[in-house]
């Protein structure tokens, strides 16, 4: 093999995991490929507590999808909560399972996994009191406080399921979440702290909720005591009902296919989709590669600095590390604030050994120099972990050298919100890494790399990343929309699950993912949609016409680029590209930012009328000149106005 980056002494040293060499990691695989039903009834017997053990593995396969949803473990009966908590009481009550690092540094809490077990049973006594039932819906609009946390453990504790929605979407989307899944309850809170702002939870809850009759109880924990507008009867104080609930409250008993929670991801349309996660697969699949992947140890501090609103945070804060029983660390603030030290600095006063970010958070620390990093004792870390795009060798570099200084181990983890856990990587003792490579599948994944067509592409070669098994944690629906789970994830190759992803394969096997090859961006490794922001642009009046496309930015991973048609007598002005700004913001949320904008005579059509984004994204990439043949085009010469007033960087 060719540019491997052996696994460092220190991470193979004293490694529990039954992975440790390649060797082993075949030896898993083959068996998991072999008897999938076998492998997973011991890993998954072994790694939760059920109450009644499942018999059953797989049923259903990936053929038979359009007649309902997989379903594993079928027979067995449980609730994830007491893997996450109650099974930890005997053996570990008084080890630190959250670690909350607020937004000033140093302003710190600890919840033992008693006083987590507690705040959960009681937290779900209130919900309960408040007339939550198992199988319904609440929304959890929130920053990254425990209380967050224990929301979602408080709504699984009732066999409740959760919606997290991220706290930077704005009233419109959280309302269409709220609608989407007829959420009877809201969890928020006064507001959140970021970076030294306060986030206005609670008043874009109430605007969220204006009209909507279906929401009973707004549950409203305070953060930072500002006043609030209070709707009576409907608002609740956290602190008023919380403190009396039951701190012993008996989880409900499950089935394992009962949903655990639905989390909204963006597609190739407008309308985001309710993505459901079941109970006894996802914290399989959670609590296997939580400890596979990260080599987790009794005495690790791992810290995960995503935010619950994120898949990420759901499977590698929340239910991968207390499934494991693991001292997992919540981060309320950002890379940047007070400074940019601010993630070495929680290493060194946390004694993190494990450390979990983004591509674009490392681009941007890498950009600040390395004296941020260097000024700081980063000598208890041994894993680093990466999520959310790719990562340029020059990143991985940095990451490996200058903040793991050639000691720790990097896994550069691809997986999806549908994939519900880790997929392709390495296994930290286990896999020699390559900068840039998600290196190899998990035991029980099964790539498959296709031509458009559909053709198997043996060896090494590049085409659409598919999964040709089904596997624990997958997502198993859309929320009231199974049609739809079919058609987007199993319409383009029947019996074969596609992700979305282009990816290439090289002479060892190593997987390197390229990219998505459908309308979906990934700016600073938050997903969303093109065509939401072409609906949130058009939702202007002064706008005919809109096609948003992704570019290259060196440091969020894509940029948002905006090709524009104005409605006849409009002239674009200062004004008017704060109106698209704020379209965007107020239809989609904060983090939704056009980074360039272009006004151009049309868009490129086809006779038929469909848009050719596929060179809109040419031209934004810069790379115009490389157009081909463009006469199929209903009116070739819009193509060079656009290519004359393209936006550079
Ligand atoms: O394009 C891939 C990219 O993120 C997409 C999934 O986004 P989301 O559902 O929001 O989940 C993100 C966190 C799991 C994928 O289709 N992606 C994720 N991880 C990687 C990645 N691309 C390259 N390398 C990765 N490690």
Redesign the pocket.
């Known amino acids: 093999m060719t540019d491997l980056h052996a696994v460092p002494a220190r991470v193979r040293a004293g490694s529990p995991n039954p992975i440790t060499d390649l060797d082993r990691y075949r030896e898993h695989a083959a068996r998991a490929a072999a008897n999938p039903d076998g492998f997973w009834l011991e890993e998954t017997r072994r790694r939760v507590a059920w109450r009644t053990e499942p018999t059953q593995g797989l049923a259903s396969s990936f053929h038979d999808i359009a007649q309902g949803p997989l379903s594993w473990f079928g027979d067995g009966r449980l609730n994830i909560t007491e893997s996450c908590l109650d099974r930890h009481l005997a053996t570990q009550g008084d080890k630190v399972a959250i670690l909350w690092e607020g937004d000033e540094p140093g302003d710190c809490r600890t919840l033992t996994y008693r006083e987590l077990h507690a705040e959960v049973c009681r937290t779900a006594s209130a919900l309960q009191r408040l007339g939550l039932k198992r199988g319904e819906r609440a929304i959890i609009y929130m920053g990254m406080v425990p209380e967050a946390a224990i929301a979602m453990l408080a709504c699984a504790r009732l066999g409740a399921i959760h919606s997290v929605v991220f706290g930077g979407f704005s009233a419109e989307a959280l309302r269409d979440r709220i609608r989407d899944c007829s959420a009877e309850v809201v969890i928020t809170q006064d507001e959140g702290r970021r970076a030294g702002r306060t986030i206005p939870l609670k008043a874009t809850t109430d605007l969220a909720c204006t009209g909507e009759t279906g929401v009973k109880k707004v549950l409203v924990y305070r953060r930072t005591g500002a006043p609030v507008e209070w709707t009576e009867g409907r608002d609740v104080w956290w602190h008023d009902v919380v403190p009396q609930g039951d701190a012993a409250l008996p989880a409900t008993e499950c089935a394992a296919e009962d949903p655990l929670f639905i989390l909204y991801?963006s597609g190739s349309t407008g309308r985001p989709k309710g993505v459901v996660h079941t109970c006894g697969g996802y914290i399989t699949w959670a609590q296997y590669t939580h400890r596979t992947v990260f080599d987790l140890r009794d005495d690790d501090v791992y810290a995960c600095v995503a935010d619950v609103g994120?898949?990420?945070g759901h499977t590698y804060i929340v239910y991968g590390p207390l499934a494991n029983g693991a001292t997992t660390l919540m981060f309320e603030s950002t890379p940047l604030y007070p400074d940019s030290g601010r993630y070495w600095d929680l290493v060194q006063r946390h004694g993190i050994t494990i450390f979990y970010t983004a591509p674009t958070a490392i681009r941007a620390l890498a950009a600040c120099g390395d004296e941020h990093v260097s000024r700081y004792d980063r000598s208890t870390l041994r894993v680093l972990g990466?999520?959310?795009?790719?990562?340029n060798p020059e990143a991985w570099n940095w990451y490996y050298d200058v903040v793991g200084e050639g000691r720790c181990n990097i896994v550069?983890?691809?997986?999806?919100?549908?994939t519900g856990g880790i997929c392709l990587t390495p296994i930290a003792p286990a896999t020699p890494t390559k900068p840039g490579s998600?290196t190899l599948p998990m035991p029980g994944i099964l790539p498959s790399l296709r031509t458009p067509e559909g053709r198997v592409i043996r060896g090494p070669g590049e085409g659409l990343l598919c999964i040709e098994q089904p596997w624990p944690g997958q997502a198993r629906t859309v929320w009231g929309d199974h049609e739809r789970f079919v058609a987007t994830y199993f319409g383009m190759f029947p019996g074969l699950y596609f992700?979305?992803?282009g990816c290439k394969r090289d002479a060892d096997g190593y997987y390197w993912?390229t990219?998505?090859v459908d309308d979906v961006l990934?700016v600073s490794?938050h997903?969303m949609g093109t065509a939401e922001f072409e609906s949130a642009l058009v939702s202007s009046e002064a706008i005919a016409e809109a096609a948003v496309v992704g570019f290259p930015h060196p440091i969020k991973g894509q940029g948002v680029y905006a090709y524009v048609v104005l409605q006849s007598g409009q002239a674009l002005t200062d004004d008017l590209e704060q109106t698209m700004q704020g379209v965007c913001r107020t239809r989609i949320g904060a983090h939704a930012r056009v980074d360039r904008l272009q006004v151009v005579p049309g868009l490129p059509k086809t006779r038929s009328g469909k848009v050719m984004r596929r060179l809109l994204r040419k031209i934004a990439e810069g790379r115009g000149d490389e157009l081909g043949d463009v006469s199929t085009l209903a009116d070739p010469t819009v193509v060079d106005a656009i290519r004359a007033g393209a936006q550079r960087g």
């Open positions: 991801t994120w898949i990420t990466t999520v959310g795009e790719p990562i550069d983890t691809w997986w999806q919100t549908e998600a992700t979305g992803d993912i990219g998505r990934n490794g997903r």
